[in-house]
């Protein structure tokens, strides 16, 4: 007798739908839409060890989809991806094997383009070193902060995606900022309902801007584009947001730009190690004008729901464009 780990799921016939393993735990309320329109193997179900051997869809949160797994997955078409960022799925095996992924871009835009808003504000008004010098006992005087002033600064958006449009927006009505933006890929005429100027190059962004915030994803190209150069041709009192990934500021480069005062103080939702620790990033938390978050950019109730449903939609419109019902374990 074959062992549970690899005995195939129950089949879907009576039900009449795909199936799909989750290999996360998701919202409830996606958890509960994804079992109305699929057979769904959750990862308490023990037929969900065996995955790879007979998965034709899955829905991921956070787990890794690595070339091993896409290799032992013979029968896999696609993959519905909660979030924006698919970097722990291996892209490049997936389009090998005609594999689609599907993420969620826009659906988080709003909450992270409002904790780009929330970081820039805390820096501008030394939010985090006023905090805890009173919760140290000190006694603050206003004669001793000397925040900025964002009204009217010239915001620098990188990547003129949903997310970077909805910063620029927020910044623009809140704010009346200029806004200066930069991307290379985009194309001409994007934002043509948002007062901008659009620059060709990323210096002619960073020597004007007061705020410079960060909206691509990491890839080699992105990698450390932002390094100590760049830096060096900021402002001195320029604030830098990441909300982004982790990479694409060089953080070494970045605790020399403060060493040396070259940039006012940085905002990170990201980091080259996540979750950030003490251990790797105390060196730079001595600087009293950085905030540090452990990418929680996405991390509201709504959004999570949000982003849930809408990897579950678009994995089930993809399905249903195929026409595909899974019977025994064949697609007719």
């Known amino acids: 007798m074959a062992p549970a780990a690899t005995t195939p799921p129950p089949s879907p016939r009576a039900l009449n739908r795909p199936t799909v393993y989750l290999l996360d735990t998701f919202h409830p309320q996606a958890t509960a839409r994804a079992e109305s329109l699929f057979n769904c193997i959750h990862p308490s179900d023990p ?22 797994d896409v290799a032992s997955a013979p029968h896999l078409r696609a993959i519905g991806k909660q979030g924006v960022g698919i970097e722990k799925i291996d892209a490049a095996a997936c389009a090998a094997k005609g594999i689609k992924v599907f993420n969620t871009p826009g659906v988080n835009a709003r909450a992270v383009a409002e904790l780009v808003v929330s970081l820039t504000t805390g820096l501008a008004r030394q939010i985090r070193p006023i905090s805890v010098r009173i919760d140290r006992g000190e006694i603050i005087k206003k004669e001793q902060c ?22 620029a927006r927020i910044f623009r009505g809140g704010y009346e900022s200029n806004i200066v933006a930069y991307d ?36 080699p190209e992105t990698r450390g584009l932002i390094g100590i150069e760049e830096m060096r041709g900021m402002k001195r009192n320029a604030l830098l947001i990441n909300t982004a990934r982790g990479g694409i500021v060089d953080e070494a480069a970045l605790v020399q730009a403060l060493d ?59 399905v249903q464009s195929r026409e595909t019902i899974e019977v025994n374990d064949v697609v007719v």
């Open 47 to 68: 037929a969900h060890r065996s995955w790879r051997e007979h998965a034709r869809y899955l829905l991921v949160r956070g787990s890794h989809v690595t070339a091993e």
């Open 146 to 167: 000397n925040g900025l002033i964002l009204h009217r600064c010239t915001v620098g958006v990188i990547g003129m995606g949903n997310i970077g449009k909805t910063v």
């Open 184 to 219: 290379p890929y985009m194309a001409q005429g994007a934002w043509e309902d948002l007062p901008h100027k659009r620059v060709q190059n990323l210096e002619d962004l960073l020597s004007v801007s007061d705020v410079v915030t960060i909206h691509v994803p990491l890839t």
């Open 260 to 318: 040396e005062g070259l940039i006012w103080g940085a905002g990170l939702d990201c980091h080259e190690q996540e979750p950030p620790t003490k251990d790797r990033y105390e060196r730079l938390w001595q600087h009293q004008n950085i905030i540090s978050l452990p990418h929680v950019g996405a991390a509201t109730a709504q959004t999570q729901m949000e982003t849930a449903l809408a990897a579950v939609e678009r994995l089930h419109t993809y």
